[in-house]
């Protein structure tokens, strides 16, 4: 056999012996490729999986808003009294934003009727009650949280409260805080937290006689919802300052959405 024939022979043994060998190599990649389409299918299909729960999750926390009572301003209307707490049920959480006495007078007979409340209620002293009477007046009333320079958390929802007249009345006979006692009582209150007060925000809803150190508060802890009363003539009325509704409550019971 010639050289060439030779060198022709070992070229065609060494190409049979890596034939199966490519062959297999082949196969291999192939089974490669079909799973690289499988993960990335299976990837898609988790990622499409994960925006619907995102979605379902959004949509859950949309549903799960908490649903207010809120009122303010009693003196001494114990038929309405009643009427709240006839409504109260409706609601996840109550909110009294003070003035339940009348010059100090009525605390305890306005309250009766609303310690048949069992849902959640928080509750600030006004300016015609001292915070110390309220405390007492509601002691034993499980439902019942007495809110003033403080706050508290209902089913994941924070609420930070402050009663009094603010700023100083005219009356001495008058619950009052001047504007650096109550911008003291709001240091406190977390950012986002509802705000339960008796007393409005400076130019709003208040006639001209709001608070400084409210607004101030507002401004800086930015909550969904400021809730007062105190000023009559403003009642059922609202307004904004930045994303922060405030509504002037009244003795009416109005129901609100957090």
Not at 42 to 51: C, F, G, N, Y
Not at 99 to 111: M, W
Not at 118 to 137: I, K, Q, Y
Not at 141 to 158: K, N, S, Y
């Amino acid at each position: 056999m010639s050289s060439d024939a030779a060198e022709s022979a070992l070229v065609g043994q060494a190409i049979d012996r890596a034939e199966p060998r490519t062959y297999g190599a082949r196969r291999a990649a192939q089974k490669l490729e079909r799973l690289a389409r499988t993960l990335s299918e299976l990837a898609r299909a988790v990622e499409r999986q994960i925006r619907r729960l995102e979605h379902d999750a959004s949509v859950a926390l949309r549903s799960a808003r908490v649903k207010l009572l809120a009122f303010s301003d009693l003196h001494r209307d114990v038929d309405q009294a009643r009427r709240l707490a006839g409504m109260a049920a409706e609601a996840d959480v109550v909110i009294a934003a003070g003035d339940f006495a009348s010059i100090h007078r009525g605390l305890e007979e306005t309250l009766a009727p609303l310690r048949e409340i069992a849902t959640p209620t928080l509750v600030v002293p006004g300016n015609n009650e001292t915070d110390s009477a309220l405390r007492e007046a509601c002691s034993g009333w499980e439902a019942a949280i007495v809110l003033h320079g403080e706050g508290t958390e209902v089913d994941g929802t924070a609420f930070w409260g402050l009663g009094a007249g603010v700023p100083v009345t005219p009356w001495d006979w008058s619950f009052d805080l001047d504007e650096e006692q109550a911008a003291g009582k709001l240091a406190g209150c977390p950012e986002g937290a509802v705000l339960t007060l008796h007393s409005p925000p400076k130019g709003h809803i208040d006639a001209g006689l709001g608070s400084e150190a409210i607004l101030h508060a507002i401004e800086e802890k930015r909550p969904p919802l400021a809730v007062c009363g105190h000023i009559h003539q403003c009642w059922g009325q609202e307004s904004r300052v930045g994303p922060s509704r405030i509504v002037n409550l009244g003795p009416h019971g109005t129901m609100l959405e957090v």
